[in-house]
Every structure is written in structure tokens, then in C-alpha cells.
């Protein structure tokens, strides 16, 4: 087990460097949002291919989907991947 002081010191460390590395820039995500939906305007059609026929090769009941929506729904909540939601 670590000891107090070491404990402080691994906290206190994690701290500074998330500061560093978990900032982006507000001009980075404008970039990088209108990237994408540039992309996705653009390339529509492969990726509703891909998506529709590549990956999910058998279809789902709405029961099946709507079980599979929540569950995905309440892991997130649970891991707070979604904090700021309501």
C-alpha cells in the first residue's frame, strides 16, 4: 500500500497533468465539429452502407433495439460518460 505523503503526491501530479492534457481549445473542437459534418455531408451514402449492411447484418425487433438503446444508455450514465445531462 502507499503511504500518505506518496498518495498526495500521485494525486497532486495526476492533477497538474490532467490541466495539460485535457484542455482543448475552443477553436480545435469548432475545426474539428465542422470537419465532420462536412465529411459526413459529403460521404452520406457510404457510411449508410456500411452501417446498414456491412455491420449489422441481422436486423433487430424493436424490442431488441430499444433493450439495446438503454442498455447503452444506463452504462454511460453509470460510467458518467454523460454527466451533463439531464
Not at 19 to 41: N, Q
Not at 52 to 74: C, F, N, P, R
Amino acid at each position: 500500500m502507499l503511504a500518505s505523503v506518496e498518495k498526495d503526491t500521485a494525486k497532486s501530479a495526476g492533477q497538474k497533468i490532467d490541466k495539460v492534457t485535457k484542455f482543448i481549445p475552443v477553436w480545435v473542437k469548432v475545426v474539428v465539429a465542422l470537419a465532420l459534418g462536412l465529411g459526413t455531408m459529403i460521404g452520406w451514402k457510404r457510411i449508410v452502407i456500411t452501417v446498414g449492411e456491412q455491420i449489422g447484418k441481422e436486423h433487430l425487433t424493436y424490442a431488441q433495439g430499444a433493450s439495446a438503446e438503454t442498455g447503452g444508455d444506463v452504462y454511460h450514465r453509470r460510467r458518467g460518460l454523460f454527466s451533463d445531462c439531464p
